[in-house]
């Protein structure tokens, strides 16, 4: 993919914090974008992702969640989780006075998992989930799933791991999403592990399955 340098502008204010991609021709779709538990907004996933969604017209919203706000490193605590979804739907409501379209909201590991439980808690906080690495169990640990919410989430999600994830296998997270009653999707990453790494996300399917669901 050929990307386009996009323009980026600084946020600070009403608690979010990050950084806004702005495309040269907008769609008038949002995509809100957060990181896992032992990183922030600065993720070289999450800035690849933004720059490609830029190319397709989509504006993003690229933040930190309010656990790393006020701390530079070290891992969320369980008590501060609340805090966090918080956090992401005030940054869902920025986006949605930035853009006049569907806004999508998406995390790596942690910060995806905040957004799907944000989601089961508040329908129409987003139009897709994008859910990049799902952490749906400690490694090792495969009976201590954190599905609790997925029979309560009523919000398209599409889901995007590696084959290689200790945090949960291909076959573990298929049996996992039929709780969820709405439209989901998995998509594989080969040999990918729980970070992904740069390059191996088909962006075009991405969007177009995010869209479609806003479509229908």
């Given at each position: 993919m050929l990307w386009i340098v996009a323009r980026i502008t600084e946020l600070n204010e009403g608690g979010v914090r990050g950084f806004l991609h702005w495309p040269d021709t907008p769609t008038g779709e949002g995509l809100v974008l957060t990181h896992g538990a032992g990183s922030n907004c600065a993720a070289p996933l999450l800035v690849e992702i933004a720059q490609a969604a830029c190319t397709a017209g989509i504006t993003v919203l690229r933040c930190d969640l309010p656990f790393r706000q006020r701390r530079a490193y070290g891992p969320p605590l369980p008590a501060g989780a609340e805090t966090d979804r918080a956090g992401l739907h005030n940054a869902a409501a920025t986006l949605r006075g930035v853009v006049r379209g569907p806004?999508?909201?998406?995390?790596?590991?942690?910060?995806?998992?905040?957004?799907?439980?944000?989601a089961a808690e508040e329908y129409g906080v987003a139009a897709a989930l994008l859910l990049l690495s799902y952490p749906l169990h400690p490694p090792d640990k495969p009976a201590d799933l954190r599905t609790l919410h997925f029979p309560a989430l009523r919000t398209p999600a599409l889901f995007i791991h590696g084959t290689k994830d200790k945090f949960g296998t291909p076959e573990e997270l298929a049996q996992a999403v039929t709780a969820i009653p709405c439209p989901v999707r998995i998509m594989l990453l080969e040999s990918a592990a729980h970070e992904i790494g740069r390059g191996r996300i088909d962006f075009a399917s991405t969007f177009e399955q995010l869209r479609k669901w806003t479509e229908s």
């Open positions: 806004v999508f909201l998406g995390g790596h590991s942690y910060g995806g998992r905040q957004a799907s439980m944000l």
